[in-house]
């Protein structure tokens, strides 16, 4: 006659849990990422993301150019900061400190961050207002011109005012 199979478990001991029956059995998740990924670049705001390089990016694209870029280490050396008179003896890295290091201005764009523009006050901070003007005045009129006994409106320069009641000529 054929053997029975056990119904014993030959392992006693205890076993691990798994991701299935720790916490009981999980129903599946829903998916996550409805659109594909090529057609959930092209959506907001994900487009408008992967369209504006970040400068790092930009840097590593295959037509970038940087003309103030050190194009070797004796170049690299050259635009440091060191001064051999004045700083000697100094440390290895201290003498390839760049402008960038100590803040100083030199012409290139390190973060994205916008500057603030400092207000250009004016020579001894005089009081001075610079305006424009709102309406356009005709050079022409003669009611723009000042005020005098001899203007060029009246016929060969001579004149009558009311008050003096004579004749001026130039």
Not at 103 to 125: A, D
Request: hydrophobic letters at 30%; one cysteine or more; aromatic letters at 8%.
């Amino acid at each position: 006659m054929a053997a029975a199979q056990s119904s014993r478990d030959p392992y006693p001991f205890e076993k691990f849990q798994n991701d299935d029956n720790f916490m009981g059995r999980r129903d599946p998740e829903g998916i996550c990422y409805p659109v594909p990924a090529h057609l959930a670049q092209r959506q907001e705001p994900w487009q408008r993301l992967s369209s504006q390089h970040t400068l790092s990016s930009a840097r590593h694209e295959v037509y970038h150019f940087d003309p103030a870029a050190p194009k070797d280490d004796l170049d690299f050396v050259l635009k440091s900061q060191y001064n051999q008179h004045d700083e000697l003896l100094k440390n290895r890295n201290e003498v390839v400190y760049q402008p960038e290091t100590f803040g100083e201005e030199h012409g290139r764009v390190l973060k994205n961050r916008v500057k603030p523009e400092p207000v250009k006050k004016m020579n001894l901070n005089h009081p001075l207002l610079i305006t424009s003007q709102a309406k356009k005045e005709d050079n022409n009129s003669i009611k723009t011109a000042i005020v005098g006994t001899h203007i060029a409106s009246t016929k060969n320069g001579y004149s009558r005012k009311p008050s003096m009641g004579g004749y001026f000529i130039p």
